[in-house]
């Protein structure tokens, strides 16, 4: 019996679950819902159902997790807390800053409903969060980094293509190199925001508008561009079709501490990520959570939960024991 | 309120265990039990008792949880499942072969005793099995490789000092450079036991020993060096002592993996250690899972436990509230 996964919303984040879910065998997409017209949209998924969104209000028998596929800034705050009410739901919720009210929204409407809803999957918030807690418990004496890139940025890419007269945008997130390569010398440095990584913008503007004002927008923009040092290109459709048309991304995160009785021993915890299409491993996290979920709300788990609430065993298709076996 | 530590053994990883109970405030080291003459004995931690472990009948309202800090060959096998009967327990089993085995005799006295006992936790396994899941889990079409080192085995040492005739060992795994670079450059290479790692053997054999003979023992023992190419150098008290006095240790967890409908976008998850000292680090992941121990059994948890069952959020002593709003 596969677990039924609907998605909502087919940007990029969307078929990069579908594709996730395609490779694996106990997941199982049943729906993707969209808020547009079902008709104009085409998966690629032979036999799955394209539903608007409205139908939403009664699949609960059909929909065993609902993943939510929009964007942080303004979708993600209305729709998780609304369909966690009425479905398992997980989502990749990325502003770092409005989390914890999130949570609470996300939680309130679980708990009453008696079902589980999994935020800010991904890789950052997400495997990057889940490394920077592990090596803060085990080394207390410590520092972290991390840093991103080169990639490009979904999320910061999606704010800016919010910006009205903005048609188009491909944020690229660079780490400092001297920064990084201190950190890795062991130098512990201190690192501001700025002195971390650099944001670069490729921006298509709409016929007649202000890039000035554009411009001004985006780096004035808080949260996302405002604590950085940040550069922005106006270009051609053409030239984002031919030169930036890939999600690369990656990062690292490293945490440097000390252990004995003096803390006259050094180590290095290093998880780096190196990804040809960030949303497909986007969704190929999210996929994971999707199945730990079910299985938790399966137990009679409910309220929000983030990847440090769920025990690693329930994001894998194997049993306890296959684990303990070939991965332990 | 601390969570009350107790030691049962006091070498190498006792000592870390001792230094990482020290930087984390809601920890405290209660007692040190040992198998030996407690009054020959001296911790390093001021208002620690030593006491024999025969008192280990009677302390279980003085200790919250007991760390067993003696060797997988021989000592944990017996120690673990004997003390879950009594108390919350954490050990570092490291004998991947026989984990399962180990699980169910733990997990049948903690079940009985109403206890958990977390086994093997350290790095391997511990931190790169948690590392391999996960990356399973996001991954399920790719290749896992895991290289050690250059490092000192505590494991193998141990194993080798078992031997009749050996007075000391240092065994250090050292990485197969040209198979590591082929895994990084996404070559996704099968390679056997024997292509990724040596295995290097220094030892002080007791006066008049078979040296032959302890040669033939260590290149042959199963689990620990049959499947590798094993060098065994013979070298006087002096000698070790002058070189061979550090413990350091490393290595990575790298999966390789693909997404998208046609597996068409690659993806490298990569997790390295660099550790100056592998028993301080091991002891400093214990800690933590000392913590996780604790506040399960207090949910009401029993039974055994990997690394795979604990949810991290339970590893740090930070609140969820503060996880979510510093970490994530």
């Not at 303004?74 to 997980?90: C, F, I, R, W």
């Not at 080394?139 to 919010?162: C, I, M």
Request: charged share 25%; glycine share 10%; aromatic share 8%.
């Amino acid at each position: 019996m596969s677990i039924r996964i609907g998605i909502l919303g087919y940007g990029n984040l969307g078929r990069g679950v579908e594709s996730a879910v395609r490779q694996n065998p106990d997941l199982e997409l049943k729906v993707v819902f969209t808020r547009r017209d079902p008709a104009a949209l085409k998966v690629r998924t032979e036999g799955v159902k394209v539903l608007s969104a409205s139908e939403l209000d009664h699949m609960q028998d059909e929909i065993d997790v609902l993943i939510l596929c929009g964007g942080s800034a303004t979708d993600l705050p209305e729709q998780t807390p609304k369909y966690a009410g009425m479905y398992n739901v997980v989502d990749s919720f990325d502003t770092h800053a409005r989390i914890p009210e999130h949570f609470a929204a996300v939680d309130a409407a679980a708990k009453a409903a008696g079902k589980v809803g999994i935020i800010s999957c991904g890789w950052d918030p997400g495997m990057f969060s889940l490394n920077r807690l592990y090596a803060n418990a085990i080394l207390p004496q410590g520092q972290d980094y991390t840093f991103w890139g080169k990639g490009v940025s979904q999320g910061h890419s999606d704010a800016v293509r919010r910006i009205p007269g903005v048609k188009d945008c491909r944020q690229y997130t660079i780490p400092v190199e001297a920064a990084l390569q201190a950190v890795r010398n062991g130098e512990n440095p201190e690192l501001s925001t700025r002195q971390k990584h650099i944001r670069e913008c490729f921006v298509v503007a709409e016929a007649g508008a202000d890039t000035a004002r554009i411009e001004t927008a985006i780096k004035t923009m808080p949260n996302y561009f405002a604590d950085y040092d940040t550069t922005v290109h106006f270009i051609t459709e053409e030239e984002m079709a031919r030169d930036h048309s890939g999600l690369p991304h990656g990062g690292c995160v490293i945490r440097t501490g000390v252990t004995g009785m003096d803390g006259e021993n050094q180590h290095v915890i290093e998880y780096s990520l190196k990804l040809d299409s960030n949303p497909e491993f986007t969704g190929a996290v999210i996929a994971a959570y999707a199945r730990a979920a079910y299985r938790m709300n399966r137990e009679g788990a409910s309220g929000c939960k983030t990847v440090f609430d769920v025990a690693p065993a329930y994001l894998s298709a194997q049993s306890g024991e296959e684990l303990r076996a070939h991965l332990l």
